[in-house]
């Protein structure tokens, strides 16, 4: 945890994000979005200090959060003054880090294109390249200025994210990854909502043990029961080398939630058990994991009306 607030304190406190009208900017104020910065679109430039001073950025007490803000042509007339505000926020003392994104002037026309959105600069009637030609010319002096440039002409949205969170990130992109490993028992229903789904009810099941039948997988006679079992260990041995494939690429494809189900019949003994045992094994991997258990309360509630009986 102190390695992790380190690293959050090492990630600028301030991002202007500009560049080019169709270079990416909005699948990059996603993906600051994902990395924890409060982050404002088409933001008036002379606007920017009052946001700063109203955060706390400015050398105010207390906590604050990172931003990252977006300034282009779009602003119109105050966009013009977007030099002077920035170099007001650094006489302030104000640290900030400038992004600029940019494409090929033929890739930005055939982006426009397929878009059939009308390009900011060409609000009088010119054409797309005309329009480009403009916008170029107004932010010649910020990409000279800018602490990153990023052409993303030959990117695809997966190589952006990656490259942002490669100049932005913490340094551990598996804390990025929320993961959920979740519980569930088939005769409630199977999820919808999970991007792996194990099915362990090839497993002995311990309902059939009178003695095990009213406990849950959250309980130790149940735990040894399935965990200390010859097969179960097998397949955990299998599953792991399974996870260790695909989480990796999973983080390599800048995904931000996982969900893995974990299903037998009712939801109660084997499910529970083997979800706790993912989440362990996957929090000694570096990811941060989340368990839950979806039938719990329905097995508790039928065990509860057997003994009533």
């Excluded at 706390?56 to 990172?66: M, V």
């Excluded at 989440?279 to 570096?286: A, I």
């Amino acid at each position: 945890m102190v390695q992790e607030t380190l690293e959050i304190e090492n990630m600028p406190g301030l991002v202007i994000v500009t560049g080019m009208s169709g270079a990416g900017r909005t699948e990059a104020m996603h993906v600051f979005e994902d990395l924890g910065y409060f982050c404002v679109d088409n933001l008036p430039s002379n606007l920017i200090p009052n946001l700063v001073e109203l955060n706390g950025l400015g050398g105010g007490e207390g906590e604050h959060r990172k931003l990252a803000v977006v300034c282009d042509a779009r602003n119109g007339d105050y966009f013009g003054s977007l030099g002077e505000e920035l170099s007001e926020l650094k006489k302030l003392g104000v640290e900030y880090k400038m992004l600029f994104l940019d494409a090929d002037d033929d890739k930005l026309v055939s982006r426009y294109k397929s878009s059939r959105r009308r390009h900011p600069m060409c609000a009088d009637g010119t054409t797309i390249a005309q329009g480009i030609e403009r916008e170029r010319r107004l932010l010649m002096d910020l990409h000279d200025e800018a602490d990153y440039v990023i052409n993303t002409t030959d990117m695809l949205p997966q190589k952006l994210r990656s490259t942002i969170r490669s100049l932005f990130g913490t340094g551990n992109e598996r804390r990025g990854l929320a993961v959920t490993v979740y519980s569930f028992g088939f005769k409630h229903g199977a999820p919808i909502d999970a991007d792996l789904v194990m099915d362990v009810r090839f497993l002995p099941n311990p309902y059939y043990d009178p003695y095990l039948r009213h406990l849950t997988g959250l309980d130790e006679p149940v735990r040894d029961f399935v965990m200390l079992r010859e097969e179960t260990i097998e397949f955990n041995k299998r599953w792991h080398e399974l996870l260790d494939v695909v989480m990796p690429g999973y983080v390599a494809e800048g995904k931000q939630q996982l969900a893995i189900g974990v299903g037998c019949t009712g939801g109660q003994h084997r499910s529970v058990a083997l979800a706790e045992s993912t989440g362990d094994y996957l929090k000694t991997k570096g990811y941060r994991v989340s368990v839950a258990h979806r039938d719990l309360k329905l097995a508790e509630r039928t065990v509860a009306t057997d003994a009533a009986r």
